[in-house]
């Protein structure tokens, strides 16, 4: 009986029979779009069939080359082989006990890690015990280092990679006797900032009681074509889950978009990547990285095809994805759909350096979906390859590389500075000698002088004389500031002026900020709210705290001298961040010490005006300066606590109130 | 070599045991097993096992009506019933008469599956208890009517009361339940769940062959066997939940949620084209749930039944935190149980027959109207998005994405028939604003002047054109509605959320809507001689818990019906439910599958069959399809237009509007796909232009053949492989039409 139905789903996925029709996939599709966020798209894979399968429990699976299933039937104790999902042998019935990870190889030899007996068993093509070993014995491998394999992987020189359950120290790599090789492919601990705190604070025994800040060990792996490991590590920070090891042990997968529930990982020969998480949710990457498609929902009882329970172990056959789920008992089976296939394509041909080749491919994906941003990045690689730069550009903005879009960029800028760069040398000669000249006649017949005295004129007006004023703390800063405590210079009028200016030019850097250098990548992206409040609370709390420090430290400075005396100390900021702004748009990456080193300079610039400012200000001696400087940061850093505490008290009280009317109308 | 093996083998199991074992075909009627094509016939031979239904009426029922097709017979003591079908002899059971030896089912099961009513009963607390009428000694007051009788049974124990109709008329059984007559006389007790002859045409395991049909997307069966895949039942309100009492529809992006039963029908068909029922919720559905039990849950039963809900417990948060009570609601549901169960014999009895059933029921009662081509061509949905904003800065921006001249340019430029054209986004600030109470388009987009010039233009082309609205949604965060006043809130005082298109919304009131709507569509109607797209109000209806406003989730149907009854538009509907049938010219997003259960077994276009010939159906917009060829090959076997969303701009442009769900519209893009799309399909559907479909086979391995009422037949090849039967053949992939005799 089972076994018809079974000859029946054989018939379908070997591509017989096709169902007329399937049912519509229980989850949506998410590819990579801009901004780095998810977008919905087409569906990359929709459920086939959920085959349900003779197993107990079982934690991992294997799909060989041709097709063949092992599973790790960790409930029954053995391992079982499937041939179109049909039980054709089954393995190791009497050494095993709990078996959690298998590995074959070519030659059908069974590597497997057994979690009840904590030993590695090898078994023959025809479950022949070829060799059995627990804990290695070498030194090296640590006094006090517990063997708890869990997981296991081969390469083509028969090292065996093996995660041992807690181990900190990474994978253990062994030989198929059972000696111990070395550790390989290590998490780095992180540590946090609450943790730094903890340290400085608190006792020994307090941080005993802490679980130990240890790098987290790789829960499964997975070995690729080319001998290259796959760790995938739960829990650990954002976008670091997944990890690609070279033989030397060093990881080359970058961050991306990842789970922190990842249960298992798979790479197919073609190099697409699959892994999926304990939401059952499949996430499939190309080998560089990028998230191509993220897709699938857990069953919540509502049995749907294509949800999943418990998710165990994840493999791609041919065009299909396999899925083994330990609650349902079941291997799960997804199908790629034409829109995946013709990405999958695309991206072969793109990872084996046929740009202009894959070319096609992208734009008909585009014509699928026009925020298929990875389509962009190949398209722009293409025409980059093919010497177009203004469209590599173009495509290069829409993919968000900065990198690539800054080469092209250099390419571009450098044929600009080839064709114009002799006739602007020449144009700037002569406007110098012209300058000079003008200079020079002008000395002899006085040509500006009217338009000095309507300048001298202008200057009578208190605001333009505020202007100008500004350009004095290039030279003389300390000068200018008595100035202004002695009221002679400078008003309240305009100091909020360069408030404002300086608010606005914040603003405004963002969006003219060249994209090479722009934070954000799209100016939708920016949030103008954000900015304005952050930085007029930050003037705010500056000038508060200033002035209410100073006040009981012999300050002489009043309101009025403290704030107008910040503002003229933003003068460097409100002057040069908009040049700045402007200047990165004709710079490249390569020049990129030129903007950092800039800015840089500016902020240091707009800082030893403040500190000259409270120094003169408040006729302060060197040494109580810093300490006012200090006290302010303190005091304004107070005062933000203050707020975030108060608002969590209303809070509470308001919802306190709130309950007490919701009782009264509920039982009253 | 292997195939070919076990393709052998097989055939060889299917002869040897292919008389006796029924269940070999456990696979999709859809779906056929390889066997098929050796043993075509092997699902309208007559089955063995059916000779059950020629028993003996036992003698504790008597004969209560009779008429020429039916006989009735009722038990005093459980309220069991049976119906002798005299065109075939056969006896359909409303209940378990006696408990088999190999039955699992415990005293409490075994009382549910023995008595008419059960119900479940609600104390203060909310705990619930089932009481069932063989285990409870209820008092009951039996009286034979005129063809039937009448029942009213106390259930002692929580001191309630109801009324049990039947009645035997031309088509089949009516079970009636009137509101009026139920007396819940201890305040300390509440009626909670009705379940409404839970064991009607029940059958054991795969004694039988035969399947249950579920409302489920287009139409999904559950075949009988011993085993099943399911861990619990499937659980089912018609219409959806009731956003009254949940306040606000679960959100996931992840995942794309199952379609809502949006016809209050289920069904059983015992042997293929042997025996089946229909039953027909005509009223209460607003309240009314399904139950399916597949065999192997539970008990080794097949069954499926309609349940009513008069009281639900809630749970009443008191803090922001969670903590709170869970209570009953104040007040019990109004409403009156109807169902009409209606019998199928001989070649009628499977679910095209059940889904004809339906159909002559609705055209019975006026529902549905026959359409009367006018041209042998089919429509096609073109949905147009008008305008959407962007934020810029502090302000907004709207971004024009097909003005009505470009709108009117496409429509001139695509080589297609009888546009059916939507446009939505239409008014100020566009798509995920408000729409005005009067009709008012976004300056971007052109005039009410333009607009009508381009309604006359594709109505004198035999298209039509209509305006996108979503009548009760209120969108968040946005103008043009008071949240005090305008709103629709839950039981536990809050304003209901729900999700469309991307966009949150709540809902508004009845009030409101009485009022916004009829101004609007007038306005529409008179103005421009559009027709309005209704998103929402044909497949949501919600309870209001409003102080003032309170209405209950049937009335609200009722209301519904009356404010389209008054427009004298064009009308149609995003997946209507039932009720908004009369006043659908077209209905949009027809599902082309089911929910995906994996206790179901075959995908049928039940409600395609029933609306074939009366209303048109345009399935989900083309453009967001993965497997574009397979979804075409889809609409051909189920009759089904097609459907595209457009803009004449790049849709990179509403990246970063809240319609970013359009991830590809641009008419650059997708225009000769479109003419593509229409040639092929209207080859292939134009000649069964507003015709009924009248039968269904499957040919072979994914072969589906559709006959129509006017003897053309439409045969789809879903398989890779050619198919050739006679002097047919359909390569693998393809479609084809041909004449039968009819």
């Known amino acids: 009986m089972k076994r018809i139905i079974q000859f029946i789903f054989i018939a379908l996925l070997l591509g ?137 992987a081969v390469d083509a020189r028969e090292n065996l990679y093996i995660v041992s359950e807690g181990s900190v120290n990474g994978l253990v790599q062994m030989n198929t006797k059972g000696n111990f090789i070395g550790y390989f492919g290590a998490n780095s601990a992180t540590m946090s900032l609450k943790m730094i705190l903890q340290r400085m604070f608190l006792t020994e025994e307090q941080l005993d009681q802490f679980v130990k800040n240890e790098a987290a060990s790789p829960s499964n792996l997975t070995i690729d074509s080319q001998a290259l490991i796959f760790t995938i590590t739960g829990g650990g920070a954002y976008g670091e889950s997944i990890r690609r090891f070279t033989i030397s042990g060093k990881n080359i997968f970058p961050e991306t978009i990842d789970s922190s529930t990842f249960r298992d990982i798979h790479v197919s020969d073609n190099g697409l990547v699959v892994a999926v998480d304990a939401d059952g949710v499949i996430f499939e990457y190309d080998l560089t990285g990028t998230l191509l498609f993220a897709f699938g929902a857990i069953d919540t009882g509502e049995q749907r095809l294509g949800t999943l329970r418990n998710p165990t172990a994840i493999a791609r056959f041919g065009e299909n994805i396999y899925v083994l789920d330990k609650e349902k008992n079941a291997v799960v089976v997804y199908e790629t759909t034409a829109f995946a296939k013709l990405v999958h394509d695309g991206i072969r041909l793109y990872m084996e350096g046929y740009y202009a080749e894959a070319k096609p491919y992208f734009e008909e994906v585009l014509n699928f979906n026009g925020s298929f941003i990875m389509s962009y990045q190949a398209i722009a690689d293409a025409y980059f390859k093919a010497g177009d730069y203004p469209n590599a550009l173009t495509a290069y903005r829409y993919a968000e590389d900065r990198r690539g879009f800054s080469q092209a960029y250099w390419e571009l800028r450098n044929l600009v500075l080839q064709r114009y760069l002799t006739n602007a040398l020449l144009l700037i000669f002569s406007l110098t000698i012209v300058q000079g000249s003008v200079t020079r006649l002008d000395r002899r017949y006085k040509w500006f002088d009217p338009l000095r005295a309507w300048w001298r004129g202008l200057q009578r007006f208190k605001l333009v004389d505020d202007f100008v004023f500004m350009f004095r703390f290039i030279k003389y800063p300390a000068d200018s500031f008595y100035y202004i405590k002695k009221d002679l210079r400078g008003s309240m ?67 009025r001298d403290v704030i107008i005396g910040s503002a003229y100390s933003l003068f460097p900021y409100a002057l040069f961040a908009l040049p700045i702004a402007l200047i990165s748009n004709v710079l490249t990456l390569n020049e990129i010490f030129i903007y950092t080193f800039s800015l840089q300079l500016m902020w240091l610039w707009v800082g030893i005006m403040l500190i000259i400012m409270v120094k003169e200000v408040h006729n302060y001696s060197f040494s109580e300066t810093v300490r006012n400087v200090l006290l302010t940061l303190f005091t304004a850093a107070l005062f933000v606590l203050t707020g975030y505490i108060l608002y969590v008290l209303f809070t509470q009280l308001f919802d306190f109130v709130s309950a007490i009317f919701q009782e009264l109308r509920l039982r009253g | 070599m292997a195939k070919r093996y076990k393709r052998f083998l097989f055939v060889l199991l299917g002869l040897i045991f292919g008389g006796l074992t029924r269940p070999l075909h456990v696979t999709a009627l859809e779906n056929p097993p390889l066997l098929a094509a050796t043993a075509p016939d092997s699902w309208t031979s007559p089955a063995q096992s059916l000779a059950t239904s020629l028993q003996q009426i036992p003698d504790t029922f008597e004969i209560v009506g009779e008429n020429d097709t039916f006989q009735l017979y009722a038990n005093r003591t459980t309220l069991a019933f049976k119906v002798v079908d005299k065109r075939s002899g056969y006896v359909w059971h409303s209940n378990l008469d006696e408990k088999g030896e190999d039955d699992r089912l415990n005293k409490t099961w075994t009382a549910f599956a023995q008595s008419g009513i059960s119900i479940d009963y609600l104390d203060a607390k909310a705990t619930n208890e089932r009481a069932s009428i063989s285990n409870s000694e209820p008092l009951i007051d039996f009286k034979p009517i005129d063809q039937g009788f009448e029942a009213s049974v106390t259930f002692t124990a929580p001191s309630i009361t109801i009324l049990v109709r039947v009645t035997l008329g031309p088509d089949g059984v009516r079970v009636e339940v009137p509101f009026e007559a139920i007396q819940e006389s201890d305040p300390e007790f509440k009626l909670g769940l009705m379940y409404v002859y839970p064991f009607f045409g029940a059958t054991r395991g795969d004694s039988i062959p035969g399947y249950m049909f579920i409302p489920d997307g287009s139409g999904s069966l559950i075949r009988f066997t011993a085993e099943t895949k399911a861990a619990n039942m499937f659980y089912g309100r018609y219409y959806g939940a009731d956003l009254g009492m949940i306040a606000e529809l679960p959100w996931d992006p992840l995942v794309n949620r199952a379609f809502k039963l949006s016809i209050p029908v289920i069904g059983m068909a015992h042997g293929e ?40 417990s809630f749970f009443q948060a008191t803090n922001r935190a969670g903590a709170g009570v869970t209570t009953l609601q104040p007040k019990t549901n109004a409403f009156d149980i109807a169902i009409q169960y209606r019998f199928l014999t001989g070649a009628e009895g499977d679910y095209v027959g059940m889904a004809n059933s339906y159909q002559q029921y609705l055209v019975e009662n006026g529902v549905l109207q026959k359409i009367s081509p006018s041209d042998e061509n089919i429509g096609i949905r073109l949905e147009f998005l008008g305008g959407e904003k962007e934020r810029i800065l502090f302000w907004h921006r709207s971004i024009p994405m097909t003005t009505v001249s470009q709108m009117g340019e496409i429509v001139g430029d695509l080589e297609v028939k009888n546009p059916d054209i939507i446009y939505y986004g239409w008014q100020p600030g566009g798509a995920a604003s408000m729409p005005p109470k009067k009709l008012k388009l976004d300056r971007k987009l052109g005039t009410v002047g333009q607009l009508q010039d381009l309604v006359e233009t594709i109505t004198a082309k035999g298209g039509s054109f209509s305006l996108y609205v979503d009548p009760q949604a209120a969108i968040r965060d946005e103008k043009g509605y008071s949240t005090r006043n305008d709103l629709a809130m839950s039981i536990t005082n809050f304003n209901l959320i729900g999700y469309n298109r991307s966009k949150v919304n709540f809902y508004l009131n009845l009030d409101t809507l009485t009022e916004r709507y009829p101004a609007l569509s007038e306005d529409v109607f008179s103005q421009t001689g559009a027709g309005l797209a209704l998103d929402g109000i044909g497949s949501m209806v919600y309870s209001d818990f409003k102080k003032n406003h309170v209405l209950n989730r049937g009335d609200a149907i009722l209301s519904y019906q009356a404010l389209l009854a008054d427009s004298a538009g064009r009308t149609s509907f995003y997946r209507p439910n039932d009720y908004m049938f009369p006043y659908t010219s077209a209905y949009y997003d027809m599902p082309l599958s089911n929910s995906g259960y994996i206790y179901t077994t075959d995908v049928v276009p039940f409600l395609q069959i029933v609306l074939a010939g009366y209303i048109p159906y345009y399935g989900p917009a083309l453009n967001f399809s993965s497997n574009l060829q397979e979804d075409l090959l889809k609409h051909v076997d189920f009759g089904v237009y097609p459907s595209y969303f457009l803009t004449h701009e790049i849709t990179a442009k509403i990246l970063n509007t809240s319609s970013n769900w359009i991830f590809t519209s641009s008419y650059a893009q997708w225009g000769q796909e479109i003419e593509e799309t229409y040639a092929w399909l209207n080859a292939l559907l134009g000649p069964v232009k507003g015709q009924r479909i009248v039968a269904r086979a499957v040919l072979g391995e994914g072969v589906s053949a559709t006959t129509y009422e006017n003897g053309q037949q439409i045969i789809v090849n879903f398989s890779e492989q050619d198919f050739s039967e006679g002097a047919l053949t359909v390569s693998g992939k393809d479609a084809v039409i041909r004449e039968v005799a009819p």
């Open chain 2, 273 to 312: 084209q042997e025996h089946a029922y229909i039953a027909v919720v005509e009223k209460g559905a607003a309240y009314g749930e399904v139950h399916a039990h597949p065999s192997g849950i539970i008990t080794n039963f097949n069954f499926l039944y309609n349940a009513f809900v008069y009281n639900e």
């Open chain 1, 493 to 559: 009028r305009f100091a909020l002026l360069i408030y404002v200016w300086v608010i606005a030019v914040r603003v405004l850097t963002l969006y003219i900020t060249g994209f090479s250098f722009n934070p954000f990548t799209s100016p939708v992206y920016i949030p103008v709210e954000n900015e304005i409040v952050t930085t007029i609370a930050l003037i705010f709390l500056w000038n508060a705290a200033n002035y209410l420090v100073s006040t009981i430290s012999d300050g002489e400075g009043r309101v």
């Open chain 1, 16 to 152: 017989l029979t096709v169902r007329p029709t399937r049912a519509d996939a229980p989850y949506t599709t998410w590819a990579w779009g801009p901004g780095g966020w998810l977008i919905m798209t087409q569906d990359a894979y929709t459920p086939l069939v959920e085959m349900d399968l003779p197993i107990s429990e079982a934690e991992d699976m294997f799909v060989t080359s041709d097709g063949t299933i092992y599973i790790a039937d960790t409930g029954n104790a053995r391992i079982a082989k499937f041939v179109d999902f049909e039980e054709v042998a089954s393995y190791g019935e009497d050494v095993l006990t709990g078996p959690t990870g298998v590995f074959v190889d070519d030659e059908g030899i069974m590597y497997i890690a057994d979690a009840k007996s904590d030993t590695i068993v090898i078994l023959g093509p025809d479950g022949n015990l070829i060799n059995q070993f627990g804990r290695p014995t070498e030194p090296l491998f640590g006094k006090n280092r517990e063997f708890l394999p869990r997981k296991i």
